[in-house]
């Protein structure tokens, strides 16, 4: 298999690092389109009945148990400040429990060198840990032995493969051959020896869509809805020409929101591992989208703020988003996360 030349493994690298700072920097945070979160709202309860140290948030996902319901979503990963960062991040869920997922390891495929920015197994062995490449990539020259790859070298747990149309659309130079993919993933999963889970990018992932990849074997799905960072605004930040930059601003409010995805991934697929991410900023916004049937709940952009920051802001946002959900359910009289979808818990505004 031949894979690409080094010359764009470098523009990948240089892509990975100008995405870390747009995100940090850029105004790429959905304006008008919103998570839908908001037309939710929690029944408050009185008279909890209930020890608010006695809430235990620990759940169960692929297998694993977790010391709460919380993903550090996929974010980066080939700099040298995506290995600090990484390093940071592997590091907090490791103490509190939490389930993490590394950024595109494309970079590290087409460069091996920078495969090691994504290493933290050592940090985190007892974390969920989920490795990440572009299904589209599939169409590219990548196959089984890439995934095996990215897999192994991680100590990965699962394999997210990430759907981008519109990011792909909007790049400069984008892998925009989407043909024949769902065969393709079919035949991944059925040939890997962990689980695969599919996820969008930021916008959202539909009903049927979600029924045709649950038939093709994927393990479980993360909706990734709108409301959040809006990767079309990200490539529209660092177009090289108008007509792209153009793109990325037409299409920067694109997507479904993440709590109609939710409802309507579940409608579907009552059982499957589901994972409720975009735009989702604290702990009530967390514990709305599990009350909607969400099994984990997925942040990125809080979570590299703060390990852009430090370790410590880092520790003092897992211990905050823990008390925020630990709060929701002492206040509706919940001693568990499975009581979060009891009726009448969880209201329409309006």
């Not at 319901?69 to 040298?80: K, Q, V, W």
């Amino acid at each position: 298999m031949t894979l690409l030349p080094a010359a764009t493994a470098a523009e990948t690298q240089a892509r990975k690092a100008d995405h870390l700072r747009i995100c940090l920097e850029g105004p790429v945070q959905c304006a008008q389109v919103t998570t839908g979160l908001e037309r939710y709202r929690f029944t408050h309860c009185c008279l909890p009945e209930l020890d608010w140290h006695d809430i235990d948030l620990s759940t169960g996902f692929l297998g694993h148990r977790l010391g709460a319901p919380l993903l550090i979503s996929s974010m980066t990963g080939g700099t040298a400040a995506a290995h600090q960062i990484n390093q940071r991040l592997a590091t907090v869920a490791q103490h509190y429990g939490l389930a993490m997922g590394v950024g595109s390891q494309r970079v590290g495929v087409e460069n091996p060198e920078l495969m090691g920015t994504f290493a933290v197994r050592s940090l985190a062995p007892n974390i969920l840990l989920l490795a990440n490449l572009g299904a589209v990539q599939f169409n590219y020259g990548y196959g089984l032995d890439q995934c095996r790859r990215v897999i192994d070298k991680l100590e990965a747990n699962a394999l997210i493969l990430h759907l981008n149309p519109l990011q792909e659309a909007v790049q400069t130079r984008g892998d925009t051959n989407f043909k024949g993919l769902l065969g393709k993933i079919e035949q991944l999963c059925a040939a890997l020896s962990v689980p695969v889970i599919v996820k969008e990018v930021g916008n959202g992932i539909s009903a049927p869509m979600v029924r045709r990849l649950i038939e093709a074997g994927v393990a479980a799905v993360d909706v990734a809805g709108a409301g959040g960072t809006s990767w079309a605004r990200v490539e529209s930040e660092r177009a090289m020409d108008a007509h792209q930059r153009r793109l990325g601003q037409t299409f920067g409010e694109w997507g479904l929101p993440t709590a109609d995805c939710i409802v309507a991934a579940r409608r579907v697929a009552p059982t499957l591992p589901l994972i409720a991410s975009g735009g989702l900023r604290h702990g009530l916004d967390v514990a709305k989208t599990l009350a909607l049937g969400a099994d984990l709940a997925g942040l990125a952009l809080p979570f590299l703020q703060a390990a852009n920051e430090s370790e410590a802001a880092l520790a003092a946002l897992a211990e905050v988003l823990i008390a925020e959900i630990t709060t929701v359910l002492f206040c509706t009289g919940q001693g568990t996360l499975a009581g979060l979808r009891q009726p009448g818990v969880l209201e329409t505004v309006g």
